[in-house]
């Protein structure tokens, strides 16, 4: 699991999942694209499965350029057979909360652009939203925001603090994509020569002819 936390709050979805995927019996590694050098960062071919998780940073893009670099030069080319998740949690993707469809739909289009394919699981978990003083956005993207979750509380009915945090993240979702996750990495292990998932109990690979 590889991720990018701006503000905070992506690592706490991090130790989530982590801890859930650990309960459901698989191995996870994590590694912080802010703090590991890019020398360092992992390719996947040891990997049946790669999540990646992002805000969009103190920009106004879709991702943060480090989890977008990670993705398009250390997934995409060795993507072939395995579990791949993108996913993003932002408070400037507050338009999730008018229609988280259409958000996603988003999500994926500027994945597929950037990265030329798309993933197996992708989502917008849903933004946190935070006012207060302790809260890392800039004081101008907060003011920003704030006006524009006037309009979104008016149209949806949805409450804020505009002095404290409001957590928007999708828990629920979050604890369903692994589950989901986990169930198809599974059903088999990845091949050792192309990386496709071969089904328990197979002792060649299908698509290469390997012995497992």
């Keep these: 699991m590889a ?11 991090i130790d989530i999942m982590s801890r859930k995927f650990r309960e459901l019996g698989l191995k996870v590694e994590i590694v912080d694209l802010e703090r590991t050098k890019e020398r360092r960062w992992p390719t996947i071919n040891d990997y049946t499965g790669v999540i990646l998780i992002s805000d969009q940073g103190k920009s106004w893009k879709f991702w943060t ?3 977008t670099r990670f993705a398009s030069l250390y997934v995409s080319p060795l993507a072939k057979g395995k579990v791949i998740g993108f996913f993003r949690s932002d408070p400037k993707a507050y338009h999730g ?12 289009k500027k994945i597929l652009k950037k990265c030329n394919f798309i993933p197996d699981y992708y989502e917008d978990f849903g933004p946190v939203l935070d006012f207060s003083r302790k809260s890392k956005l800039k004081y101008d993207d907060r003011k920003i925001l704030k ?10 009915g949805l409450e804020f603090e505009y002095k404290g945090l409001n957590d928007f993240r999708d828990w629920n979702r979050i604890e369903e994509v692994c589950n989901e996750i986990a169930e198809k990495l599974q059903k088999g292990k990845s091949c050792g020569s192309c990386g496709s998932i071969v089904p328990k109990g197979a002792e060649f690979c299908k698509n290469c002819g390997n012995k497992i």
Excluded: H, Q
């Design 97 to 108: 909360l008018l229609d988280p469809v259409k958000t996603k739909e988003k999500f994926g």
């Design 3 to 13: 991720y990018k936390d701006t503000y905070g709050y992506i690592s706490e979805i």
């Design 147 to 156: 006006d524009s979750v006037r309009s979104v509380a008016k149209k949806t």
């Design 65 to 67: 350029w480090k989890a």
